[in-house]
């Protein structure tokens, strides 16, 4: 089996100003931040077994959200940035119900790993697309995911994306998002569009309709990344369980299975944004290394 193992120690500690705590919301976009001047000024090393590639600094435009039309009187948001001269396009599936927040300074403000990591996948030179909820959902369930009416709000959407760029389309997902992104993936495969997918928190729990080993794992011929917290809590995401669902993708074109360990204290449940699930700590390693991952896959 083809293993990665990300970052052991927590990244270091600003010295927090006497003034009152700003908001969770506000903390994350000020870390987001300051990861894109760093990467665009090239500092901010990450340790020596998980280097970043040198590359040009893209030029990023203000991202905005769009509300695409994807089926009979239902349209799609999607929250859309792109860079200059983009290496690919990662289109961001946002685990629990779906969704980034809304829009502000140009970023979108929930709190789900991806959606934290905008700033970090901009910054590698790539163009960055997150799938919202649908005008008629209020929230995407496992079993939502893995409908017909998900399948064609997706269908829409990739295209709608790839009218914008021709750069290699990614699909990456995170926790309940790695439903929706194997999900399509298996639908979509043979039409050529999509260059490979990133599933990071799997949802591996049978129990769940949708959840990884109990769709086709073997009828998948992409390029795949599994990513997963070694301490990750969640129950429907057991870390142990993931090798054998890794194993299972018997034809996939490329395949690597990479481990994060360490991060900053976890707070909130297990489930949440805020914990080892969410990669609390080790955002900006676990997105670097998903983006130099996609744009030249090894096993």
Same mark, same amino acid.
């Given at each position: 089996?083809?293993?990665?193992?990300?970052?052991?120690?927590? =990244?270091?500690?600003?010295?927090?100003?006497? +003034?009152?705590?700003?908001?969770?919301?506000?903390?994350?976009?000020?870390?987001?931040?300051?990861?894109?001047?760093?990467?665009?000024?090239?500092?901010?090393?990450?340790?020596?077994?998980?280097?970043?590639? @040198?590359?040009?600094?893209?030029?990023?435009?203000?991202?905005?959200?769009?509300?695409?039309?994807?089926?009979?009187?239902?349209?799609?948001?999607?929250?859309?940035?792109?860079?200059?001269?983009? +290496?690919?396009?990662?289109?961001?599936?946002?685990?629990?119900?779906?969704?980034?927040?809304?829009?502000?300074?140009?970023?979108?403000?929930?709190?789900?790993?991806?959606?934290?990591?905008?700033?970090?996948?901009?910054?590698?030179?790539?163009?960055?697309?997150?799938?919202?909820?649908?005008?008629?959902?209020? &929230?995407?369930?496992?079993?939502?995911?893995?409908?017909?009416?998900?399948?064609? &709000?997706?269908?829409?959407?990739?295209?709608?994306?790839?009218?914008?760029?021709? @750069?290699?389309?990614?699909?990456?997902?995170?926790? +309940?998002?790695?439903?929706?992104?194997?999900?399509?993936?298996?639908?979509?495969?043979?039409?050529?569009?999509?260059?490979?997918?990133?599933?990071?928190?799997?949802?591996?729990?049978?129990?769940?309709?949708? @959840?990884?080993?109990?769709? &086709?794992?073997?009828?998948?011929?992409?390029?795949?990344?599994?990513?997963?917290?070694? /301490?990750?809590?969640?129950?429907?995401?057991?870390?142990?369980?993931?090798?054998?669902?890794?194993?299972?993708?018997?034809?996939?074109?490329?395949?690597?299975?990479?481990?994060?360990?360490?991060?900053?204290?976890?707070?909130?449940?297990?489930?949440?944004?805020?914990?080892?699930?969410?990669?609390?700590? /080790?955002? +900006?390693?676990?997105?670097?290394?998903?983006? /130099?991952?996609?744009?030249?896959?090894? =096993?």
């Amino acid at each position: 089996m083809d293993q990665h193992v990300l970052g052991a120690a927590p =990244p270091r500690q600003r010295a927090a100003p006497r +003034r009152a705590a700003p908001s969770s919301a506000w903390r994350w976009r000020a870390w987001a931040w300051a990861g894109v001047l760093l990467a665009l000024m090239g500092a901010g090393a990450l340790p020596s077994h998980a280097q970043t590639q @040198a590359h040009p600094a893209p030029a990023v435009a203000p991202g905005a959200a769009f509300q695409v039309p994807t089926r009979e009187g239902v349209s799609t948001v999607v929250y859309w940035q792109a860079v200059d001269s983009a +290496r690919a396009t990662v289109l961001l599936f946002p685990g629990g119900g779906g969704g980034f927040g809304t829009v502000s300074q140009g970023l979108p403000s929930g709190g789900n790993f991806l959606v934290r990591s905008v700033p970090y996948f901009l910054a590698q030179g790539l163009n960055v697309a997150v799938l919202g909820r649908p005008s008629d959902s209020a &929230d995407l369930g496992y079993a939502d995911r893995i409908a017909p009416a998900h399948a064609r &709000d997706v269908a829409q959407v990739i295209a709608w994306v790839q009218a914008r760029s021709a @750069a290699p389309l990614w699909l990456v997902g995170t926790s +309940r998002g790695t439903v929706s992104v194997l999900a399509v993936a298996l639908a979509r495969q043979a039409q050529g569009e999509i260059a490979g997918i990133v599933l990071s928190s799997s949802i591996l729990n049978s129990a769940k309709p949708g @959840a990884l080993p109990s769709q &086709d794992l073997a009828s998948l011929r992409l390029p795949v990344l599994m990513v997963h917290h070694r /301490q990750d809590a969640c129950g429907v995401c057991p870390p142990q369980a993931l090798p054998a669902a890794f194993e299972a993708l018997t034809q996939a074109a490329v395949k690597k299975l990479m481990w994060v360990d360490g991060g900053r204290v976890p707070r909130g449940e297990a489930c949440g944004p805020w914990h080892h699930h969410g990669y609390v700590g /080790q955002e +900006r390693e676990t997105a670097e290394q998903i983006a /130099q991952w996609l744009t030249a896959p090894t =096993p």
